[in-house]
């Protein structure tokens, strides 16, 4: 049966049980505070009340030991002798009066009164009808009379209107009353005397009670009187007397005479007899209690004290005086009650009301705080029950050890299963100086991998430690390993095989083209020409294809870096235009470009890169349009203060992608498919380079294109900007005065070449087919074949795609380039000037003469003469040869060096400008040889020349001391830059000429042959002696040297033979086999070349 749940539940967290306890403990201070102000209240009260009703009792009690006292003060006086003289001296004269009052069978009762305003007396003797009876009580007068006297002069004293004075013979009814006796009253006249204890009553009081001793030596008994209401108290005190017999009657020697005052607790307060009444209980004497001094002489009030007691019926207060004399109180609650009862209504009603509160809040903490504890404890119990099953369940080892002996204290079953010994758990999870520890740990052959941290269990600090069983992720992991060192291996030996390929491409390729370079200079023939144009083109793409395998190497092994130099964004495509613009204008494609003018003046990012992707675009953008056009945007995205978005968009009118096949585009080796089993010729590698290095650049590249539609590629990449290049400002090159027309056949060409001539100072608008009214102003007209002719008289620019960088005056019209904006801007200026006159147009003619027009190969064109004095190092002679003779070219003083060692020695900085080393020579290569010069203080520039690509290479050369690092093979224009920034410095000292002569070298041909005979008759001595010697490593080294000559003169066949023996002689060493293969190769080459 499923358990109910409880009621309270809604309080989950132990943060809303705190808040409201918190807020429950509040309102009980509050409640606690309000209690306690009341306590203190009623306190106040209670206390007021008790010590009203002390100083109450005190002042009774202090009454009451007066009359006391002066009741043993009366009994004194009157047993002295002098009090017995006196009542036997004979009287002056008769009573004024002394009557028979009344009688009855037994007694005669007589009062007198020995003067009228005397105290009256009354005499009770034995009923004697004789007529001695009445002598019996007029003997008795003189006593009475005395008595009455001591009696009238205590009474005036002490102030005592109700005590009465008996003097009574125990043994006979014989009594005398001071003043009167109850029961002797005849009439009103007497009443005020107020007597309410007769002597006959004493005298059965004396015979029936137990008297007590006073602290003044005499007997007192409590008296209850009876009365209609509630019986009144008093108090009898009396003592013995001796009388002679002379004062007494007659024939009585058995008389027993005793002297007795009464006094009633109503008459003891004089102005009010009833005050006190109702706290009074009972009188006492204390033990061992005797008289004061002098109290009872001068009745002087004693002092008195009192103690609090409190019991079940009320507060009972106990006074007592010095002379032993005490009292008890008893003051009922209901007298409290009746003497405040507004003031304690009041506090029983807050009392309550306080009782009420406690009750709300402790009926609000059971609610909202007990039971949801209950409920969130009994869901803490059943969590950790779910939480030890699942524990035991999981296939985890648990285990937590006590921090302070490192004794286990709680485990599940696989910690038994898994891990045995305890001190192994001790060992591996105790850390001393950390409050957590991980690691992996192999135990019984079962690889473990635990977690071990510090927490309080069941108040104890201990250490929580667990343990999963990674035996098969160990087995996956040592597989992984296994398989990612056999890949790196093989990418290490891909790497290893693409720079051998590539030094050993880029060596044979180096000489090619620098010959074909050097070839240009020569006097050729037209058809001549379009050989050499041929063989640059192939030797070009070779090239290109070459690159593109190392840079998809550089990208997979992660050695793909980025500079970060200043850089145009508007120049830099305008230069991707330029270098396409023959190719697609051989194609009829229209190829332009628009460029926004908020496009920054500077950025920073790595330019090569920037046109290696826009150059592979628009190159198949190019390569896949047989009609229509090619255009490229440049427009400014997103911009911030430091970043500039730029955004190139590429779109042709060409084939077209299929969706099916987008996907895959940007994957290495693939090839689009415009026909199904019909590919587009490519290697596949130039989209994937273009996306690697996007990613690289934290850029983008999208694609929207679908066969037949064409394709375009949009390009984003965030660059770093500066506030001084984020807008260009024109310079006023145009004056406004004139308006300038623009037509172009598409109408955002026009817009954008009307942009930047306004932002040039021009009144520039765009002009479709139809001329304006009148033919003022400047025509410009972009692609002027692709537009209807329209008659105009005024100036004319035709921007044309092969039009001159700068702009020249033709018969009627200016002639410019239509992919430089700049060059438009400086045509419209020309042609607001006018027409130049003829001497001005000689001297322009005799500037340009020396400027080939388009499609005449000048590989020297703007070339300076450097006139450095260079040391070079090379290892391969064909090399070296081609390498004098760039430097040659380039004014520069050459002296050659064959190795390291050799440069070293020649090397002297006073004779020297720079020094040109390859990377890879014999006995000291360069990157020693660097390092070698560095550390003698060498400052001079020293270029590296290596056909080594690989980013590792470079940036080894560069710690070595490298100033710049070119790739082979190096053409003219590389060499000069190179050298330019290297060598600024001295450049800038030197007077530089122009550049060299383009006159022709017939010698150049038998010069080369020359040294390729030399070194290969040289080199085949060398190998000769090396397989006398059999010298594995000289025979290696004489291959290397060999292979590289006979690739220059196109000796292929035996130059793959010769690489092929070199790799199997570093591996196997000379052997038998291998020297024979040598011997038949060296014959081969002397059939070949019989010269040598």
Same mark, same amino acid.
């Given at each position: 049966?499923?358990?109910?749940?409880?009621?309270?539940?809604?309080?989950?967290?132990?943060?809303?049980?705190?808040?409201?306890?918190?807020?429950?403990?509040?309102?009980?201070?509050?409640?606690?505070?309000?209690?306690?102000?009341?306590?203190?209240?009623?306190?106040?009260?209670?206390?007021?009340?008790?010590?009203?009703?002390?100083?109450?009792?005190?002042?009774?009690?202090?009454?009451?030991?007066?009359?006391?006292?002066?009741?043993?003060?009366?009994?004194?006086?009157?047993?002295?002798?002098?009090?017995?003289?006196?009542?036997?001296?004979?009287?002056?004269?008769?009573?004024?009066?002394?009557?028979?009052?009344?009688?009855?069978?037994?007694?005669?009762?007589?009062?007198?009164?020995?003067?009228?305003?005397?105290?009256?007396?009354?005499?009770?003797?034995?009923?004697?009808?004789?007529?001695a009876g009445g002598d019996l009580a007029s003997r008795l007068q003189t006593v009475?009379?005395?008595?009455?006297?001591?009696?009238?002069?205590?009474?005036?004293?002490?102030?005592?209107?109700?005590?009465?004075?008996?003097?009574?013979?125990?043994?006979?009814?014989v009594s005398i009353s001071v003043p009167c006796s109850e029961d002797s009253m005849t009439d009103d006249v007497h009443r005020w005397w107020r007597c309410p204890l007769s002597a006959d009553r004493v005298r059965e009081l004396i015979y029936t009670q137990s008297s007590r001793p006073s602290p003044a030596g005499d007997r007192w008994i409590s008296v209850n009187l009876p009365s209609a209401g509630a019986d009144r108290l008093g108090y009898v005190v009396y003592s013995a007397i001796e009388l002679p017999d002379a004062l007494w009657l007659p024939d009585t020697p058995k008389r027993d005479l005793v002297l007795a005052t009464f006094i009633e607790m109503r008459d003891v307060y004089n102005g009010d007899p009833d005050y006190g009444r109702v706290y009074f209980e009972r009188l006492d004497?204390?033990?061992?209690?005797?008289?004061?001094?002098?109290?009872?002489?001068?009745?002087?009030?004693?002092?008195?004290?009192?103690?609090?007691?409190?019991?079940?019926?009320?507060?009972?207060?106990?006074?007592?005086?010095?002379?032993?004399?005490?009292?008890?109180?008893?003051?009922?609650? @209901?007298?409290?009650?009746?003497?405040?009862?507004?003031?304690?209504?009041?506090?029983?009603?807050?009392?309550?009301?306080?009782a009420g509160g406690c009750v709300v809040l402790y009926r609000r903490h059971r609610n909202l705080v007990v039971r949801p504890a209950q409920a969130s404890h009994e869901r803490v119990v059943e969590s950790e029950s779910f939480n030890r099953a699942v524990i035991e369940a999981a296939r985890v080892a648990v285990?937590?050890?006590?921090?302070?002996?490192?004794?286990?204290?709680?485990?599940?079953?696989?910690?038994?299963?898994?891990?045995?010994?305890?001190?192994?758990?001790?060992?591996?999870?105790?850390?001393?100086?950390?409050?957590?520890?991980?690691?992996?740990?192999?135990?019984?052959?079962?690889?473990?991998?635990?977690?071990?941290?510090?927490?309080?269990?069941?108040?104890?600090?201990?250490?929580?430690?667990t343990f999963s069983d990674i035996s098969d992720h160990k087995r996956v992991q040592t597989a992984l390993a296994q398989a990612k060192r056999a890949a790196d291996d093989a990418n290490a030996g891909k790497t290893v095989f693409l720079a051998t390929m590539s030094h050993e491409i880029r060596t044979p390729l180096y000489g090619t083209l620098g010959t074909v370079e050097l070839l240009g200079l020569t006097p050729l023939t037209n058809l001549q020409r379009g050989y050499l144009r041929t063989i640059q083109t192939s030797s070009a793409g070779l090239l290109n294809v070459i690159n593109d395998i190392l840079d998809v190497s550089k990208i997979e092994s992660r050695q793909m870096t980025l500079k970060d130099h200043r850089l145009d964004p508007a120049t830099l495509t305008e230069e991707i235009l330029q270098a396409y613009a023959a190719t697609a204008d051989a194609k009829g494609l229209q190829f332009f470009s628009t460029i926004a003018t908020d496009v920054p003046v500077y950025?920073?990012?790595?330019?090569?890169?920037?046109?290696?992707?826009?150059?592979?675009?628009?190159?198949?953008?190019?390569?896949?349009?047989?009609?229509?056009?090619?255009?490229?945007?440049? @427009?400014?995205?997103?911009?911030?203060?430091?970043?500039?978005?730029?955004?190139?968009?590429?779109?042709?009118?060409?084939?077209?992608?299929?969706?099916?096949?987008?996907?895959?585009?940007?994957?290495?080796?693939?090839?689009?498919?415009?026909?199904?089993?019909?590919?587009?010729?490519?290697?596949?590698?130039?989209?994937?380079?273009?996306?690697?290095?996007?990613?690289?650049?934290?850029?983008?590249? @999208?694609?929207?294109?679908?066969?037949?539609?064409?394709?375009?590629?949009?390009?984003?990449?965030?660059?770093?900007?500066?506030?001084?290049?984020?807008?260009?400002?024109?310079?006023?090159?145009?004056?406004?005065?004139?308006?300038?027309?623009?037509?172009?056949?598409?109408?955002?060409?026009?817009?954008?070449?009307?942009?930047?001539?306004?932002?040039?100072?021009?009144?520039?608008?765009?002009?479709?087919?139809?001329?304006?009214?009148?033919?003022?102003?400047?025509?410009?007209?972009?692609?002027?074949?692709?537009?209807?002719p329209i008659e105009w008289s005024g100036p004319r620019v035709s921007c044309i795609p092969d039009g001159p960088d700068k702009p020249q005056w033709s018969l009627s019209e200016i002639h410019v380039t239509s992919h430089l904006r700049h060059s438009i801007v400086e045509a419209v200026a020309l042609a607001q000037r006018g027409r130049p006159t003829p001497a001005e147009a000689k001297q322009a003619e005799a500037d340009t003469t020396n400027d080939p027009g388009p499609g005449t190969y000048r590989p020297d064109a703007g070339l300076r003469r450097l006139g450095l004095r260079v040391l070079a190092a090379e290892d391969n002679p064909v090399n070296r040869t081609l390498l004098?003779?760039?430097?040659?070219?380039?004014?520069?003083?050459?002296?050659?060096?064959?190795?390291?060692?050799?440069?070293?020695?020649?090397?002297?900085?006073?004779?020297?400008?720079?020094?040109?080393?390859?990377?890879?020579?014999?006995?000291?290569?360069?990157?020693?040889?660097?390092?070698?010069?560095?550390?003698?203080?060498?400052?001079?520039?020293?270029?590296?020349?290596?056909?080594?690509?690989?980013?590792?290479?470079?940036?080894?050369?560069?710690?070595?001391g490298l100033n710049a690092w070119v790739v082979k093979p190096v053409d003219l224009r590389t060499l000069h830059d190179a050298l330019s920034t290297a060598c600024a410095r001295i450049i800038s000292a030197k007077f530089a000429g122009p550049p060299p002569p383009n006159k022709p070298k017939e010698f150049y041909d038998d010069h080369l042959r020359a040294a390729f005979h030399t070194t290969m008759r040289e080199d085949m001595a060398a190998m000769r002696a090396a397989l006398a010697a059999h010298d594995p490593a000289a025979a290696v080294a004489m291959l290397h040297r060999m292979r590289g000559s006979l690739v220059v003169v196109n000796a292929e066949d035996i130059a793959r033979f010769c690489g092929v023996l070199e790799q199997k002689i570093a591996m196997d060493g000379l052997t038998p086999v291998l020297e024979n293969a040598i011997k038949s190769t060296l014959a081969q080459i002397a059939e070949q070349f019989k010269e040598l």
């Open positions: 049966m499923p358990r109910s749940t409880p009621r309270f539940t809604r309080i989950a967290t132990i943060g809303d049980l705190a808040r409201i306890s918190l807020r429950v403990q509040a309102l009980f201070i509050v409640t606690l505070i309000i209690t306690v102000i009341m306590l203190v209240l009623c306190y106040w009260i209670v206390n007021g009340l008790i010590h009203l009703a002390s100083n109450e009792a005190r002042t009774h009690f202090q009454q009451l030991a007066a009359n006391l006292h002066g009741q043993e003060s009366f009994l004194a006086r009157a047993a002295r002798n002098d009090a017995v003289r006196l009542a036997l001296a004979p009287p002056q004269a008769r009573p004024a009066s002394f009557d028979l009052i009344d009688s009855d069978a037994v007694t005669n009762t007589y009062e007198g009164q020995r003067e009228s305003l005397a105290m009256p007396y009354i005499i009770k003797v034995k009923r004697d009808d004789s007529a009475a009379a005395g008595l009455s006297n001591v009696y009238g002069t205590y009474r005036s004293a002490w102030q005592q209107p109700g005590m009465q004075g008996f003097l009574l013979d125990l043994n006979s009814p004497i204390l033990p061992g209690a005797g008289l004061a001094a002098g109290a009872s002489e001068h009745g002087a009030l004693e002092e008195v004290h009192s103690r609090v007691h409190f019991g079940l019926e009320g507060t009972r207060i106990t006074t007592w005086c010095d002379d032993g004399w005490t009292a008890s109180y008893l003051v009922p609650y @209901t007298q409290f009650f009746q003497a405040a009862p507004r003031q304690l209504t009041a506090f029983a009603a807050l009392i309550l009301l306080c285990c937590a050890l006590r921090v302070s002996d490192h004794r286990i204290v709680a485990k599940n079953r696989l910690a038994d299963d898994w891990l045995g010994d305890e001190e192994i758990v001790r060992r591996l999870t105790f850390a001393p100086d950390s409050p957590a520890k991980t690691g992996e740990v192999e135990i019984n052959g079962r690889h473990l991998s635990f977690s071990a941290s510090r927490l309080t269990y069941q108040g104890q600090d201990v250490v929580l430690a950025a920073y990012g790595d330019a090569l890169r920037i046109k290696q992707v826009l150059n592979n675009l628009v190159s198949n953008a190019i390569k896949f349009t047989e009609a229509g056009w090619v255009r490229v945007d440049l @427009t400014l995205g997103a911009t911030s203060e430091h970043q500039a978005m730029l955004e190139w968009h590429i779109a042709d009118t060409g084939l077209g992608i299929a969706p099916d096949q987008q996907p895959h585009l940007f994957q290495p080796f693939y090839q689009a498919h415009a026909t199904p089993g019909h590919a587009l010729p490519s290697t596949g590698l130039g989209l994937y380079i273009c996306h690697s290095l996007c990613e690289l650049m934290q850029g983008t590249i @999208t694609l929207d294109s679908s066969p037949g539609r064409g394709s375009a590629f949009t390009f984003r990449l965030p660059l770093r900007i500066t506030a001084d290049a984020t807008h260009r400002v024109g310079n006023g090159e145009i004056a406004a005065s004139s308006s300038v027309w623009v037509r172009a056949p598409v109408a955002d060409l026009a817009q954008d070449t009307c942009a930047w001539l306004t932002l040039a100072g021009a009144n520039a608008r765009p002009l479709h087919n139809t001329a304006p009214l009148k033919d003022d102003g400047i025509l410009v007209e972009l692609l002027p074949e692709r537009l209807p004098v003779r760039q430097l040659e070219e380039l004014g520069c003083e050459v002296t050659l060096c064959a190795d390291g060692v050799e440069t070293l020695a020649r090397w002297n900085s006073d004779e020297f400008d720079v020094l040109i080393t390859d990377m890879n020579m014999p006995l000291m290569n360069g990157y020693e040889l660097v390092r070698t010069l560095r550390a003698r203080s060498t400052n001079a520039p020293i270029i590296g020349l290596t056909a080594d690509a690989l980013q590792t290479q470079r940036e080894a050369g560069f710690a070595a």
